[in-house]
């Protein structure tokens, strides 16, 4: 490793601790037990993001809060926040919509993260730490092992695992906070019926360049990768549509 990554891992706010979760690294030290909100926030941000409850779908708080085995405040202030996300849709006299993202929305979310992950990929090449890329390479060895569609589901929470990691190894904590809604958005791109039988093949490739170009420490080439990745992302979106 270079001098450069030695004084990142030194210095304060190194990347590792940005490799802990965004929650852990915000809060070492003063961890308070999550609240009923809490709970009831990530559990239904969860079902949203896994697809359990599918984009389009109606829901109600009566019925959220007897599958969480919850009581309704807590359900009520989560949909609330979930809205604030832009994951719901709270519709009068209906009840609460599961925000079926529509082909603008998905290629806006693509656009702010070509803004931001080329630079993410650069400071990782810069401050990643020797665990780290060794935590990247294990997952890619594991996604390149499923890189058919009948596996679609196990690599899309190894994507986000992906990205999430090479956030982690970019060394900045606000960075990886400000990248990851945006992440957890983009796993219900997965649900999209643009998606071609190369499609994970090729996603697996596009993330070994940017893994080998972390790795070698070569900002401007983990830019550029990254870049490509997010581009082809689109384009075969755009493709399938």
């Known amino acids: 490793m270079s001098s450069g990554r030695e004084g990142a891992r030194a210095a304060p706010g190194s990347s ?130 499923i890189t058919h569609q009948k596996h679609r589901q196990q690599f899309m929470a190894i994507d986000r695992a992906f990205h999430a990691l090479v956030a982690g190894g970019a060394g900045n904590a606000i960075l990886a906070e400000a990248i990851r809604p945006m992440h957890e958005r983009s796993t219900r791109i997965w649900h999209l019926r643009v998606w071609q039988a190369d499609d994970l093949a090729v996603t697996q490739a596009e993330h070994e360049a940017i893994l080998d170009a972390i790795a070698r420490g070569d900002k401007s080439g983990a830019a550029r990768a990254m870049q490509q990745h997010l581009a082809s992302l689109r384009r075969r979106i755009v493709r399938g549509r």
């Open 16 to 145: 590792r601790a940005a490799s802990l979760p965004p929650a852990a690294s915000a809060h070492a030290g003063t961890e308070r037990p999550p609240s009923l909100s809490d709970r009831a926030y990530e559990q239904i941000k969860q079902k949203i993001l896994s697809l359990e409850f599918g984009p389009g779908q109606f829901l109600n708080e009566m019925g959220i809060a007897s599958m969480l085995g919850l009581g309704r405040t807590p359900v009520h202030q989560a949909v609330h926040r979930l809205k604030a996300d832009g994951l719901l849709d709270v519709i009068p006299r209906k009840g609460i919509l599961v925000r079926p993202d529509s082909l603008n929305e998905v290629l806006e979310l693509l656009e702010a993260r070509l803004a931001l992950e080329p630079g993410i990929a650069a400071l990782a090449a810069e401050r990643v730490t020797p665990d780290q890329i060794a935590a990247i390479r294990a997952l890619l060895s594991q996604s390149g092992r």
